[in-house]
């Protein structure tokens, strides 16, 4: 594969990788601390809600909590729980990057321990240093501070701690190539683990043992111990109850699935390594939709795993070439096509020889889209913009689909499904350009699915094979349209200012409401409280208004829909609530067969292990098969267009979807009254089913 010559490099890379992956044990599993499936409110009058919001990895509120923990310990004067809470906090600084406070913290810890002697919490301090200097690369001081830790919790006796210490000892020698020395490091923890019971400390000595076996290119041994660490955490996560939970332990337990595919695939193992990359896809979402069809919703159930064989019957079933990407430790990129009759191809390279000079992936992605949205926000030297954007477009086609692109169907009507990773999920596939400026939208019918098992596992509707208009959704009372609803009052973006009125909205919600025979909820009308109920009934559902992302407003939730506010809720009905109302598995789901979501960054969330959790898993996770949604913010008048030729290929021209998508794009881009800027057209994703 052409790897080899960067072989060392990019082991020393995995293994800093994993030191922060180890790491985040440090409060997991310790006497008293609070799980993740336990953390459900926001409050800070424990040490135990600290560790939640550690445990969910939301370290800034988890740093608020320990510091008015730790404020009151000091007004008290309790020393020793001023020393101990001060090593939670440097252990939480070192998850954010912030190493010089994480130093402080700890240091402050070892300040106080000398009054009041505390093994216990002088050795937490001592081996959270050593974690603080193995990210900053200064081997041996990690090692001293590890190697003093160690022999406290021998001394104490601590297991639990002894096996985290050696483990974390195992990693700093991986990093320093040093892979027998670390394969005994993580044996020894392997075995501290299994005899006293604890699954998720196995799970990471596996993990350690594997990444060591691959340096050593011991292949068959790595693969070994990462199988077995992978079932070990597919139990562990089974039996986690909350939904945030779920995708919060597999955020931890995500690079093990990543390796597994870099050992499969150094094995000539293609296939299986697909096999693991859909594995590692949408679990906790996957398992929802599969508790729901078995009619089993609070019964812990084994997810069955796709095979090689049924992943091509799901491309036969969709009637599309399946493509998935993954993106591993942002240095390789694998790619696999999946076609509806036929063999899997397989595409991989080494990222760094073929992106632009120190420019990363994340990075290319993040310029593309700003080329396209700067085209179109402004008139100052339009055709050097033009130019920027066809160039990152064409960079991004260079990559991701020229290597794949003669195992793509000839035939422009035949569908593409491609199923992204990591940042890809970001990229606007359609938009993507040859070296002839044609767009890849031009050449395919294109959706977008979060794995290929999600496919498999939305609800099938009950429609009748030999119906010609089986595929259009229903109308008339069963459709709900909403547009420019009174926005809420409170203060969100980072201008900190009300939402802006969405007057463009409103034209938007009347022209598809006549379109569907009914009558859309406007301004007032459309309250939080009275959309929620209509939505439960819904055969298709329609909102145009302002879409939230927690990273920029500060919800409190990965995305958010801007409703009217009433006496009854906020306005801003989240991902957290769709989930509640229709997503979990013991609730009733949604009957929409389309969910179109035409606001601004609907399509965009937190990504994560899990993928992206936004409003799309939501809707998603409520049995909705599929879901149109937004990848940035369009303009009015062009919404409106694309809008109205989407429902009018869908309701008049007796299209799928996708097909219907994408004759609205193609009259973007082709006709005299489109605007042919991709800023207008190619923010929209059909995400799912096209029929």
């Not at 608020?64 to 906090?89: F, H, I, P, S, V």
């Not at 019971?197 to 596996?206: F, H, I, P, R, T």
């Amino acid at each position: 594969m052409g790897w080899k010559k960067y072989f060392l490099l990019v082991l020393i890379t995995l293994s800093l990788t994993i030191s922060g992956f180890f790491g985040h044990n440090f409060l997991h599993n310790s006497p008293g601390t609070t799980t993740v499936a336990q953390a459900t409110s926001n409050s800070c009058d424990s040490v135990g809600d600290g560790h939640s919001f550690y445990s969910l990895g939301q370290y800034h509120q988890a740093v608020n909590c320990y510091q008015k923990l730790l404020d009151t310990y000091k007004k008290n004067n309790n020393r020793e729980g001023e020393a101990d809470t001060l090593t939670y906090l440097g252990s939480t600084y070192r998850h954010l990057g912030e190493y010089s406070q994480a130093i402080d913290s700890f240091q402050q810890s070892l300040a106080i321990n000398r009054e009041i002697k505390n093994p216990q919490i002088k050795a937490n301090a001592l081996m959270g240093l050593g974690g603080v200097y193995h990210r900053q690369e200064n081997y041996q001081q990690a090692i001293d501070y590890q190697q003093q830790a160690l022999a406290i919790y021998r001394k104490i006796p601590d297991t639990y701690k002894e096996a985290e210490c050696l483990t974390r000892l195992g990693d700093v020698h991986h990093r320093l190539a040093k892979y027998e020395q670390a394969i005994d490091y993580h044996q020894q923890s392997l075995n501290i683990y299994t005899n006293i019971g604890n699954s998720d400390g196995e799970a990471y000595a596996l993990t350690g043992l594997g990444n060591a076996f691959w340096g050593l290119r011991r292949y068959k041994e790595a693969e070994t111990a990462l199988h077995k660490a992978i079932t070990i955490r597919e139990n562990i996560r089974r039996d986690v109850e909350r939904d945030d939970g779920k995708v919060s332990i597999f955020e931890r337990q995500a690079l093990t699935y990543y390796l597994l595919q870099l050992v499969l695939a150094e094995q000539n193992k293609l296939q299986k390594a697909l096999e693991i990359s859909e594995l590692g896809r949408n679990r906790a979402l996957l398992e929802i939709l599969f508790q729901r069809i078995n009619e089993k919703p609070k019964e812990a159930m084994t997810l069955p795993s796709l095979t090689v064989e049924e992943i091509q019957q799901i491309a036969r079933q969709q009637n599309a070439t399946l493509v998935e990407y993954s993106v591993l430790f942002d240095k390789f990129l694998h790619m696999w096509v999946i076609p509806p009759q036929g063999e899997i191809k397989f595409r991989s390279f080494y990222l760094p020889n073929h992106l632009p000079k120190d420019i990363s992936l994340k990075k290319l992605v993040e310029v593309s889209r700003q080329s396209i949205g700067v085209r179109g926000l402004t008139n100052d030297n339009p055709t050097s913009q033009a130019d920027k954007s066809s160039t990152h477009l064409q960079q991004l086609h260079q990559l991701l689909i020229k290597p794949i692109a003669e195992f793509l169907p000839q035939d422009e009507q035949q569908r593409v499904i491609f199923i992204p990773h990591q940042e890809l999920f970001l990229v606007p596939f359609v938009a993507l350009q040859d070296d002839k400026y044609k767009y890849l939208i031009e050449k395919h019918t294109i959706l977008t699915a979060p794995s290929i098992q999600t496919l498999s596992l939305t609800q099938k509707r009950k429609q009748t094979k030999n119906n010609p208009n089986a595929s259009v959704p229903p109308s008339g009372a069963s459709a709900l349209v909403v547009g420019n609803p009174t926005m809420p009052k409170q203060k969100v973006r980072q201008e900190l200012k009300p939402l802006d009125s969405l007057p463009g909205a409103e034209i938007e919600a009347k022209k598809i409401a006549k379109m569907l025979n009914t009558t859309p909820l406007i301004g007032d009308q459309a309250t939080e409280s009275v959309i929620v109920q209509k939505m439960a009934s819904a055969k298709v559902i329609h909102l145009a208004t302002h879409g939230l992302l927690d990273s920029i407003n500060a919800i409190d939730s990965p995305g958010a829909i801007a409703l009217a506010p009433s006496s009854k809720d906020d306005g801003f009905l989240t991902t957290s609530e769709i989930m509640e109302h229709f997503g979990l598995p013991e609730k009733s789901p949604l009957q929409a067969e389309l969910v179109v979501l035409s606001a601004c960054n609907t399509g965009r969330g937190d990504i994560k292990g899990e993928g992206v959790v936004g409003l799309s898993r939501s809707f998603i996770a409520a049995n909705v098969p599929t879901v149109v949604v937004s990848l940035w913010k369009v303009p009015d008048d062009d919404t409106v267009k694309l809008m109205t030729d989407f429902y009018t290929n869908i309701y008049k021209n007796k299209f799928d979807k996708a097909k219907a998508m994408r004759e609205a794009m193609l009259s973007m881009v082709k006709d005299n009254n489109g605007n042919h800027n991709p800023e207008a057209w190619a923010a929209f994703t059909v995400v799912g089913k096209a029929e």
